[in-house]
Nanobody, 117 residues
């Protein structure tokens, strides 16, 4: 079954940058949307940004001016460039893949992003 492999989490000072990457173990379930959600303890998982193979974006207002997602054409792989990070960005970030023709979601294991004030 599909596995999502994540990398790039870590500790950064406020105002700094990090890049998260995610790749699916198998290039299937097209068309689909890929991207990132995030979650803090005691709160629900929330959208950060997703992108389809055709470039359709769904992005949270809180990050739209600071984060940029990229996806290579023909690949189930995404990178998230996070700039001007703020303490409120601290969360576990989960890669997400959603086939557009179904109602199932695939999730990575999560990678921790910590932003110090």
């Amino acid at each position: 079954q599909v596995q999502l492999v994540e990398s790039g989490g870590g500790l950064v000072q406020a105002g700094g940058s990090l890049t998260l990457s995610c790749a699916a173990s198998e290039d299937i379930f097209k068309p689909n949307a890929m991207g990132w959600y995030r979650q803090v303890p005691g709160k629900q998982r929330e959208l950060v940004v997703t992108i389809t193979g055709g470039g359709a974006l769904n992005i949270a207002d809180s990050v739209k001016d600071r984060f940029t997602i990229s996806r290579e054409r023909g690949k189930n792989s995404v990178s998230l460039q996070m700039n001007d990070l703020k303490p409120e960005d601290t969360a576990v970030y989960y890669c997400n893949l959603r086939p557009l023709l179904g109602n199932i979601n695939y999730w990575g294991n999560g990678t921790l992003v910590t932003v110090s004030a």
